[in-house]
């Protein structure tokens, strides 16, 4: 370990919920980072509510399961910590032991002390944990991170509490290392629409699905399938629910097909199979699977209010929704249908180019600068 005081780091210890399939970006993200700050010779290791994972950068996928802690963390090790996402009652006991042993603290919400989660009568419950522990991570934290200014703005806390520390830093997304050859390979017939991702009322599934029946039914002559990877998150179980059973019950219901969780190798095979992502999302903070299809040269469409879209340059492969409704919908897949061709090109040129602003090893270095700052200041 470098020693306090000087600029340099070997060590980040990353404080999370969860570390493993199947629990949205967040833990993706995460994995995305340490590869980065790896190559930068920053080892990250990663204690979890139930786990203690070592030198995550080194990790080619995400774990399924976590293994309970059975190793003793010695946070003299670390030269710093990262607390990642909210609501982990870990969180508040790491990082007061940190600031004992003079460490210091990143924070990055990651999303998750947005207006857009504080929504839901369930939702209410976590004001209390927000005023009890949350708050502390803000007031202890040496920066706070946002994955973009849509982040910063949606944040719940009131600006005052975060705009001193505040620093904007996007996902690193670095894709594919070369795009399969699509053209030599049969692929299926018909205009193909993948969504994934945990399903709730703010990302937009049942405005998809009822646009893409009733475009389906106005177009009897295209042939058209909806691939839904996902479950439902948490407390939307009747909401997935009711989805299941309009397909089920409509004249097109066939057309749409509801796959599960998708993760880890088997992703790669989802975007391959698909011609447009959709992300019909009322908010997203960041929104790494966007840049997860722009890589895999696949076009997109999506709302409006989706972060990542803030590092996006102008391009023809992405459409974005004037609004999140079934009618914005069918709008878009009737200009996907007309422009298949272009939209297909389009995709592919945005997937053979590096996206400016997300580049892995810039990011990584933009938190190595943060963190030297910091630990310069604690000289």
């Given at each position: 370990m470098s020693v306090t005081g000087t600029g340099k780091i070997s060590r980040l210890l990353i404080v999370s919920k969860f570390f493993r399939v199947g629990f949205g970006g967040v833990p993706e993200s995460l994995l995305q980072l340490a590869r980065h700050l790896g190559a930068a010779a920053v080892s990250t290791d990663v204690l979890t509510r139930n786990g203690y994972h070592r030198h995550v950068g080194d990790l080619e996928f995400l774990p399924m399961t976590e293994d309970p802690l059975s190793a003793t963390v010695d946070l003299h090790t670390y030269d710093v910590a990262l607390i990642a996402g909210a609501w982990n009652f870990r969180s508040l006991g790491v990082a007061w032991r940190t600031v004992q042993r003079g460490i210091p603290i990143l924070y990055a919400p990651k999303g998750q002390l947005c207006k857009a989660d504080f929504v839901r009568l369930r939702d209410m419950k976590k004001l209390a944990y927000l005023l009890s522990v949350e708050i502390w991570l803000l007031v202890l934290a040496d920066r706070i991170i946002f994955s973009s200014t849509a982040e910063q703005r949606a944040c719940i806390v009131p600006a005052f509490f975060t705009r001193r520390k505040a620093i904007i830093l996007p996902e690193p997304y670095e894709g594919r290392a070369t795009l399969p050859d699509l053209g030599n390979r049969d692929r299926?017939?018909?205009?193909?629409?993948?969504?994934?991702?945990?399903?709730?009322?703010?990302?937009?599934?049942?405005?998809?699905?009822?646009?893409?029946?009733?475009?389906?039914?106005?177009?009897?002559?295209?042939?058209?399938?909806?691939?839904?990877?996902?479950?439902?998150?948490?407390?939307?179980?009747?909401?997935?629910d009711r989805i299941v059973a309009q397909a089920k019950g409509h004249p097109c219901g066939d057309r749409v097909e509801f796959l599960g969780q998708v993760s880890g190798p088997t992703r790669d095979a989802f975007y391959d199979m698909i011609d447009i992502l959709a992300?019909?999302?009322r908010f997203e903070s960041f929104c790494l699977t966007l840049t997860e299809a722009l890589w895999a040269g696949k076009p997109v469409f999506a709302g409006p209010d989706i972060g990542v879209l803030e590092?996006?340059?102008p391009h023809g492969g992405i459409y974005v929704l004037p609004e999140v409704t079934s009618g914005a919908v069918r709008g878009a897949l009737a200009y996907f249908s007309e422009n298949r061709e272009k939209?297909?090109?389009a995709g592919r040129e945005i997937a053979r180019k590096?996206?400016?602003?997300?580049?892995g090893r810039d990011i990584a270095e933009r938190y190595i600068e943060e963190i030297g700052k910091i630990k310069k200041g604690y000289s």
């Open positions: 299926p017939t018909g205009l193909h629409i993948g969504f994934i991702s945990q399903a709730s009322p703010r990302k937009g599934l049942s405005e998809l699905v009822t646009g893409f029946l009733e475009w389906c039914r106005e177009n009897p002559e295209k042939e058209a399938y909806l691939h839904v990877a996902g479950t439902a998150i948490k407390g939307s179980e009747a909401y997935w992300v019909p999302s590092f996006l340059p939209m297909a090109a590096p996206i400016p602003h997300l580049r």
